[in-house]
């Protein structure tokens, strides 16, 4: 909005020319959503107390996580309402790639407020059941696929580390950014137990895919480096700024000792809007390094439960594997604080790839 606003004055004085470019409309986002989140997370965090929306802790869960039931929790709303904010009054509004990845984004945060509002109204740790809950996901994903075949949006899957190893998947695309979608909602989700892990991860992912969509959607750059060109795709950049405040923003009330949690309208929504930006950057298979630690986090669910299905035993003392350590004696601020390192990691991993190919 302020883009329309603002870029059309720079005949009348040359210093609104700045608004045309990508970059400072970047910088502007992740200020305005860092600040919206936190003029109004106070607000918000007593709302929610007023309407006595608590977190209500699973009953299997580790004990020292008990003395947290009643913390506010739905505080996804709160990144929702800064990253939308920012991301319209800095975006280029007639870029179709911004609304899809805002679109992918609120749709996904809708599942997750239906499984927590469910919760909250139950009183117990009990919202959508897990089909329920999947179905939607994945209703929601194949739709994102099929615009973007519609769009003409290219069905090629690039491999990294490989020059020039590029394969069309047809009509299999729109499956393929399903998995990628409903992967990155889910292992994000289960991240998120510990106060700060999945917004401060969050955070790493969604600088680390600024720098790959701002690339994708540069021309010469994207020739430079050869990846895959995906015309437009730099204002998306935008909403990844967007995404970088309002999750600093929210990081800031939800540090340990958290005075609010994202809840699932948080980490569903910010697992697809993860997911959809690998997408329109065109770096699909990069996430598995980029989220390297939702991987980790999920993968450490999966072999748990099959182990446990098969052999009758446990691999991990609890999953998903920061629950691990936390019985293992580790403080949560140490656990979470050396996944966020192995996260930064796996992100400049993962930026390396542009060079290394």
């Known amino acids: 909005m302020l883009f329309h606003l603002l870029y059309p004055l720079h005949d009348a004085w040359g210093g609104f020319n ?99 509002y469910l919760k909250v109204r139950r009183g117990r740790n009990l919202g959508l059941t897990a089909r329920a809950k999947l179905v939607a996901q994945v209703a929601a994903a194949l739709a994102a696929g099929v615009v973007l075949l519609r769009w003409s949006f290219a069905s090629t899957i690039a491999l990294p580390l490989f020059k020039n190893q590029i394969y069309d998947a047809g009509w299999l695309y729109v499956p393929f950014v399903a998995l990628i979608l409903v992967s990155a909602s889910n292992t994000v989700n289960l991240t998120d137990g510990l106060d700060g892990l999945a917004i401060g991860a969050t955070l790493i992912a969604a600088a680390a895919y600024t720098v790959f969509v701002y690339v994708a959607g540069h021309k010469v750059v994207a020739a430079y480096l050869q990846v895959t060109a995906v015309p437009g795709a730099s204002e998306v950049t935008i909403f990844c700024g967007a995404l970088v405040g309002a999750s600093i923003g929210f990081l800031w009330f939800n540090c340990h000792p958290a005075e609010v949690f994202m809840g699932d309208v948080g980490s569903l929504a910010l697992g697809g809007a993860i997911g959809m930006v690998a997408v329109l950057s065109k770096q699909e298979l990069v996430l598995v390094v980029v989220g390297g630690l939702f991987v980790i986090e999920g993968l450490s669910v999966i072999v748990q439960v099959g182990s446990f299905k098969l052999r009758g035993q446990r691999v991990f003392r609890m999953a998903p594997l920061h629950h691990h350590f936390e019985l293992k004696g580790w403080p949560e601020p140490k656990v979470i604080v050396r996944f966020w390192i192995l996260s930064l990691l796996f992100a400049l991993l993962a930026l390396a790839t542009l060079k290394l190919r």
């Open 18 to 116: 700045v608004v045309r470019y990508v970059t400072f409309r970047t910088g502007a986002a992740v200020v305005t959503a860092l600040c919206l989140s936190w003029l109004l997370g106070p607000w918000f965090i007593r709302t929610l107390r007023r309407l006595s929306v608590g977190q209500n802790i699973r009953e299997v869960g580790p004990q020292s996580h008990l003395v947290k039931a009643g913390t506010p929790t739905m505080g996804g709303l709160l990144i929702l309402v800064s990253l939308a904010v920012a991301t319209l009054l800095w975006a280029d509004l007639t870029n179709r790639y911004v609304w899809l990845a805002l679109g992918v984004t609120l749709a996904f945060g809708a599942i997750g407020f239906a499984d927590d």
